[in-house]
């Protein structure tokens, strides 16, 4: 059972150190220049490691589903995944590394956030969201414990292994998720829409974040039960007239009547969100993230001329990014080349070189800094984690 903070027991993917990120089915170090050492060995990662021998099937075809979905997704507020390895009996998934930990973390140990601070986080959660329900994805576990935090107070959403995706109103059946954070219509043994999922666990983190405590709460499965249909919430007195406004819309027990993720974007106390969705548009160098190589012959953005410079240097070539650019995260090539792209990206913003994005104001965030691992030649090893 949850605590009054929605806790739940569960792995966590693990916090990579520097010696794991440079771990052995790389190529060992004394091929890599020296040159270029500082710039990619001083990179960490998250490891998600899987034990394939206690996965179920059902286990694996979330996994799949996982795989599939961060492979579909780039935005500056979303974990970015780098490479998938598979061993005889490990899964390992190489991700982006949010260095200052889970947003659960920061609010247990330092308690409530002031509006102010809790707007500038998420409204940057909110625009993850709105990225995958604008392409038909829904995350369907968001919490505290699946948002991640850069040194620089970027937000990053994480964690896709209960997200799916779905028609524009497909209805869902399998119950996912943290209880706490669980729409009604979950409860009712009834088919649902996966988009207000997604927003009423929003409004459930968004009190969380304000208050430090829960909105709904119970003694036991039962008891939770009846305080989320019920859907009574008492905001405390501090709370900002429109904050509790907000909070009442994302927690409608009617789905229909409920926020939707650009209602939400656009209401009264995320004013300041919509200008941080400009900075961050499709134009802007984030939204030129290449999770995949671009084909010969084609056009390259800046960054990408730049990053492959730098993996020529280490030894990765044009041909050999051609060669792996349709595998995607199973690649080794692949994955050194999205790691270095994912550094150049951060580097154009902290030194404030980059041309598409205005100036930033006191509402927007410093990117986190980048997850990365050294890189590999033509075939990575298989791997001995220590």
């Not at 102010?116 to 625009?127: D, H, Y």
């Not at 209805?171 to 998720?177: I, Q, R």
């Not at 409920?258 to 134009?283: C, G, H, M, P, T």
């Not at 984030?286 to 190589?293: I, N």
Request: net charge positive; proline share 3%.
């Amino acid at each position: 059972m949850a605590d009054r903070h929605g806790r739940r027991k569960e792995d966590r993917p693990v916090q990579a150190k520097r010696r794991v990120g440079q771990r052995e089915f790389f190529a060992s170090e004394n091929w890599i220049p020296r040159v270029d050492q500082s710039f990619i060995l001083s990179e960490r990662v998250a490891i998600k490691i899987l034990d394939k021998t206690k996965l179920t099937a059902k286990a694996k075809k979330m996994l799949s589903r996982e795989i599939s979905v961060m492979e579909s997704i780039h935005h500056q507020n979303v974990i970015r995944l780098f490479e998938v390895i598979e061993t005889y009996t490990k899964y390992y998934l190489i991700m982006e590394h949010a260095a200052a930990g889970e947003l659960f973390k920061r609010l247990i140990s330092e308690g409530r956030m002031h509006e102010s601070e809790a707007k500038n986080i998420f409204s940057q959660i909110v625009l993850a969201v709105k990225h995958l329900h604008d392409r038909n994805i829904v995350h369907r576990d968001i919490k505290a414990e699946n948002v991640f935090l850069s040194s620089r107070g970027v937000a990053k959403l994480g964690d896709f292994g209960f997200s799916i995706t779905v028609s524009n109103n497909e209805k869902l059946e399998t119950f996912c998720g943290s209880p706490p954070y669980a729409a009604p219509e979950l409860f009712l043994d009834e088919r649902y829409v996966g988009r207000p999922v997604d927003v009423w666990s929003l409004g459930v983190l968004l009190f969380f974040m304000t208050t430090a405590t829960m909105p709904f709460l119970g003694d036991n499965m039962a008891g939770l039960r009846k305080s989320i249909l019920a859907g009574h919430v008492e905001a405390p007195a501090s709370m900002s007239q429109l904050l509790k406004s907000l909070i009442e819309s994302m927690l409608n027990t009617t789905p229909e009547h409920r926020f939707n993720i650009d209602q939400v974007l656009k209401s009264d106390w995320l004013r300041e969100a919509s200008a941080y969705q400009i900075r961050f548009n499709n134009n802007s160098v984030y939204g030129q993230w290449c999770a995949y190589p671009t084909a010969a012959g084609a056009e390259l953005t800046d960054t990408e001329t730049n990053a492959r410079r730098a993996l020529e240097v280490l030894g990765i070539t044009d041909v050999m990014l051609d060669e792996h650019g349709s595998r995607g995260s199973r690649s080794n090539v692949v994955a050194t080349y999205r790691i270095v792209v994912n550094r150049l990206l951060q580097q154009r913003r902290l030194m404030g070189q980059q041309n598409h994005l205005p100036h930033q104001n006191s509402t927007a965030q410093h990117p986190q800094t980048a997850s990365g691992r050294k890189p590999t030649k033509t075939k990575s090893r298989l791997c001995a984690i220590t």
